[in-house]
């Protein structure tokens, strides 16, 4: 325990310092202004900050990722209160009772509620990042490639299963992302497929600039589409939380943040399903579910801490077993390949100091969020009213610099040009955006595995079930399959409604 402590206070030390100090204020607001700029997304600003940052000292550079991750979060509550547009996927929840509150003259009061959930939900998750790291990673010790063979699957079916309304469609677009994976050499012998002699695509698609691609140029062509909007207002009343609102709605903070936290953890299901989580769990709870929809102050603060929970939640899994909780996640564990350092099982015994910085890196951006949040308000109000059409030009250019800086390839700038196309299409028939990107982070980890597993079996696919976790993984995935089909997912909740009778009449 003593060590843990010493170990947290080293790593809080090293970012003490003046230049640390700046460089966590410069990137929590440059996440914010991303998150609270429609069209722009904490995927891409992840993303893109990690192809201008990877010439960094890895710790510097990961401060700055975390922090726009935590900062563009929270930003996307800013355009959803004031403008009923959400800056981010993860904060159309708060449209619903944040734009109706701006409405009424309470904007002010409705950005301080959105800060205060936010903080708290970070903090409540960073917390849990702290607790349940070294448990998770102690019991992932114990996996071998069965496990993390299902590991992997079950990744991408329950991102397909929960991340949209179809379930089909997620699926396609999970094994979509897993036949991208496919392209290049094979991991064990190196044999070229999908290259077509082509050498550049013999080195497989690169992580980033598919990325950059799906969630940046994607952006931007759907922000082409999309109608300009107007602010409610150019001025708001206070914006500093109301002690009375956190201790009012203490069940809904705790309720949330750990909806939001447990979210994060499971594979690709993200921010935005945080909030919608954890709304729907408040509204059910909640005594005045009439006001929701209408300016429910518990709403707004429900969503906000519920999405906010989810960011320390979604590293958990990429500490532990360097699987992506969400999709800004998956950007910042690409960071971290890029930088050296190996996310996994391994991670608490080859870098442990790196895990105590990664709790120390939340806090600070934490503090630094409430800090804008409670003192930048008018500078916030003046970036919304710039006019997209200036923005999206400088968005492709950032994008196009990025996606060719990792490897100063032009193919990668081709890369991201071509996902940019696909993840517009998709968008269009909506599709889920987040299994498609696990299939492609995950692709890698499921093939490796499965081929080593079948080596250590012989070639048997028996262990795949008959051993302790890796059957519980094999049934929890063939559930959420099951599950996912409506006639399948009938027949089960008819079956269970006459098992109850029947224990009923017999009783």
């Known amino acids: 325990m003593l060590d843990s402590l010493s170990q947290f206070g080293a790593a809080f030390g090293t970012f003490m310092s003046p230049g640390a100090i700046v460089t966590v204020l410069w990137a929590t607001f440059l996440g914010i202004?991303?998150?609270?700029?429609?069209?722009?997304?904490?995927?891409?600003?992840?993303?893109?900050?990690?192809?201008?940052?990877?010439?960094?000292?890895?710790?510097?550079?990961?401060?700055?990722?975390?922090?726009?991750?935590?900062?563009?979060?929270?930003?996307?509550?800013?355009?959803?209160?004031?403008?009923?547009?959400?800056?981010?996927?993860?904060?159309?929840?708060?449209?619903?009772?944040?734009?109706?509150l701006a409405?009424?003259?309470?904007?002010?009061?409705?950005?301080?509620?959105?800060?205060?959930?936010?903080?708290?939900?970070?903090?409540?998750?960073?917390?849990?990042?702290?607790?349940?790291?070294?448990?998770?990673?102690?019991?992932?010790l114990t996996f071998q490639s069965f496990e993390f063979f299902w590991i992997a699957v079950f990744g991408i079916v329950i991102a397909g299963t929960l991340s949209g309304g179809d379930a089909l469609k997620g699926y396609l677009a999970g094994f979509l992302g897993l036949w991208i994976a496919t392209i290049g050499q094979e991991p064990h012998y190196n044999f070229q497929r999908f290259a077509f002699g082509y050498p550049d695509l013999a080195g497989g698609i690169g992580l980033l600039p598919a990325l950059v691609g799906a969630f940046g140029v994607a952006e931007v062509l759907q922000a082409m589409r999309a109608p300009a909007a107007k602010a409610v207002a150019n001025t708001v009343d206070s914006v500093i939380p109301r002690i009375g609102d956190v201790l009012q709605y203490w069940r809904t903070i705790l309720r949330s943040g750990a909806i939001g936290t447990f979210i994060g953890i499971l594979p690709g299901l993200g921010e935005d399903t945080a909030a919608w989580s954890s709304y729907a769990a408040a509204r059910r709870a909640s005594k005045e579910k009439e006001k929701y929809g209408k300016g429910s102050i518990e709403g707004l603060m429900s969503a906000e801490t519920g999405e906010s929970a989810c960011v320390p939640g979604a590293i958990i899994p990429v500490l532990?077993?360097?699987?992506?909780?969400?999709?800004?996640?998956?950007?910042?564990?690409?960071?971290?390949?890029?930088?050296?350092?190996n996310p996994g099982p391994m991670l608490m015994i080859q870098t442990p100091e790196f895990f105590y910085q990664i709790v120390a890196m939340l806090v600070i951006a934490d503090m630094s969020k409430l800090l804008f949040g409670l003192t930048l308000v008018r500078p916030l109000l003046w970036i919304l009213l710039v006019p997209r059409e200036r923005l999206m030009p400088i968005v492709f250019v950032l994008c196009t610099v990025g996606a060719f800086a990792i490897t100063s390839r032009v193919f990668d700038i081709y890369v991201m040009l071509f996902f940019g196309l696909i993840g517009f299409v998709?968008?269009?028939?909506?599709?889920?955006?987040?299994?498609?990107?696990?299939?492609?982070?995950?692709?890698?980890?499921?093939?490796?595995?499965?081929?080593?597993?079948?080596?250590?079996?012989?070639?048997?696919?028996?262990?795949?079930?008959?051993?302790?976790?890796s059957g519980v993984l094999a049934a929890i995935t063939i559930f959420s399959v099951v599950w996912s089909i409506p006639a399948a997912q009938n027949a089960i909740r008819g079956g269970m409604r006459g098992l109850l009778r029947r224990r009923a009449t017999a009783g």
């Open 33 to 100: 202004v991303i998150g609270a700029l429609p069209g722009l997304t904490a995927t891409m600003g992840v993303a893109l900050m990690t192809t201008l940052t990877f010439t960094m000292p890895h710790t510097e550079a990961i401060l700055v990722l975390v922090c726009i991750y935590v900062g563009a979060i929270y930003g996307g509550s800013r355009s959803a209160i004031l403008l009923n547009i959400p800056g981010t996927p993860a904060s159309a929840c708060s449209t619903l009772d944040g734009f109706p």
């Open 103 to 140: 409405r009424q003259g309470l904007a002010g009061r409705a950005m301080g509620i959105s800060t205060s959930g936010s903080w708290l939900g970070t903090l409540f998750g960073t917390l849990c990042v702290a607790t349940l790291t070294p448990v998770l990673a102690e019991l992932a």
């Open 320 to 341: 532990t077993l360097a699987v992506p909780g969400s999709a800004p996640a998956a950007a910042l564990m690409a960071a971290m390949l890029i930088h050296d350092i």
């Open 426 to 469: 998709l968008r269009e028939l909506k599709f889920p955006m987040a299994p498609m990107i696990l299939g492609l982070v995950l692709g890698e980890l499921l093939e490796s595995n499965l081929t080593r597993a079948l080596v250590l079996s012989d070639g048997s696919i028996a262990p795949f079930f008959t051993r302790p976790i």
